[in-house]
């Protein structure tokens, strides 16, 4: 084993900084990782963005590449002047848009600076329903990845999908579940929930029901929609303004949701607060939330839904329902559905609304997993020993 007397240096490179639960985890790890023991700067390889605003480290150093879309040489080249003339220890890729940069610009300093590679989402991009395409970057990844230092995981449904596509049973991937840390008290959480439902005009008799994410296909929040819809015209004997929808977030489909809420007579009822980087202050107001994605590794906003106490519907997709179902370690915290089916999505949103004690109930069940498994400092643990690992560090 190696000693190092100095921080562990370390670049998380991603294609841009925007708002997002990969965008969250790395403002956690720059912001919570010990400073005597690490120095955590990140690179864009495109554009900075507005979860600039979670680092809360102003020593965290963001470097924007300034790159344009598709195959640059030039942007390798600069990348590799970058990370040597920063002297990094490790280099962090994540997902597909970073993974073949980061290792042609890394390759020939391995002795100095180790790869590894996070996956954190759809493991071949979100723009991968091209059967040429998915096949060219399973060939990549299969190539790239066993000759990288490490490849590492939120969920254990992303590492069986890396071993699916790339075809490499054996690689070694590290599963390291995301974690957060809570600074506000049940008494603060209480006063924003009040605060921000006074600002939108709602009662604390009113039945929220919340959607936090990007409005993109693959976190297909058109399926909650058809979902509210089903559930307030099947409760005629419930005043429209007792019950509503907060749909938080913004993406290309915004457009097109603001249409359909038209189209179905609901509009009155939802709300469209726009993208919000203070997403704890808008769960607080939630009564359940929903996770409607088609595709997904492990949810951030679920994990901050149950930080929170807030109870949960989500698809069976990735550990979603692993998060929420009860278990060898606690009671359910949530339900579940299939992934599309509006109609069940529909009648877990009555279920909820009809039985305040069961919402009660998965409150403190979803607070005490939480507490039990997904803390921020344990996160910050495995990492640190993972890092170390890699070094070769003891």
Not at 172 to 187: A, K, R
Request: with cysteine; proline share 4%.
């Amino acid at each position: 084993m190696m000693h190092k007397e100095s921080p562990i240096r370390i670049a998380y490179i991603v294609n841009e900084f925007n708002v997002g639960g990969l965008e969250r985890y790395i403002a956690r790890m720059c912001n919570h990782l010990p400073p005597k023991r690490f120095e955590s700067e990140i690179i864009c390889l495109r554009s900075d963005g507005a979860a600039h605003d979670w680092l809360n480290r102003s020593e965290t150093t963001v470097h924007v590449m300034g790159a344009t879309s598709g195959n640059n040489p030039a942007l390798i080249k600069n990348l590799e002047r970058l990370l040597i003339s920063r002297s990094y220890d490790i280099v962090q890729s994540h997902n597909w848009g970073t993974l073949l940069e980061t290792y042609f610009a890394s390759r020939s300093h391995r002795t100095v600076m180790k790869h590894i590679h996070a996956e954190r989402g759809t493991v071949l991009g979100s723009d991968c329903s091209a059967r040429w395409k998915r096949w060219t970057r399973s060939l990549a990844m299969r190539f790239t990845l066993p000759r990288i230092s490490g490849t590492v995981c939120n969920a254990y449904a992303i590492e069986k999908k890396i071993r699916s596509v790339t075809k490499l049973t054996a690689l070694p991937v590290e599963v390291i579940p995301n974690g957060l840390q809570i600074d506000f008290s049940e008494v603060e959480v209480q006063a924003m929930r009040q605060e921000l439902r006074a600002d939108l005009g709602l009662g604390p008799e009113v039945f929220v029901v919340g959607f936090l994410g990007r409005f993109a296909e693959v976190k297909n929040p058109s399926m909650v929609l058809d979902a509210f819809y089903k559930f307030v015209t099947s409760i005629r004997h419930i005043p429209a303004e007792q019950v509503k929808l907060l749909m938080v977030g913004d993406g290309p489909l915004k457009h097109q949701l603001e249409q359909k809420t038209k189209e179905l007579g609901v509009d009155s009822m939802v709300l469209f607060p726009g993208e919000r980087t203070d997403s704890l202050r808008w769960l607080s107001a939630m009564d359940i939330l929903v996770n409607s994605s088609t595709s997904e590794g492990m949810s951030q906003a679920i994990l901050e839904a149950m930080a929170l106490g807030v109870p949960l519907v989500v698809t069976d997709v990735g550990d979603s329902r692993r998060l929420i179902q009860g278990d060898d370690f606690g009671p359910d915290c949530g339900a579940w559905v299939p992934s599309g089916d509006s109609n069940q999505l529909a009648e877990q949103i009555a279920r909820f609304w009809q039985a305040s004690s069961m919402r009660y109930d998965f409150s403190l069940n979803a607070k005490q997993r939480f507490a039990d498994r997904y803390s921020l400092q344990q996160m910050l643990n495995r990492y640190e020993q993972y890092y170390r690992t890699v070094l070769g560090l003891d």
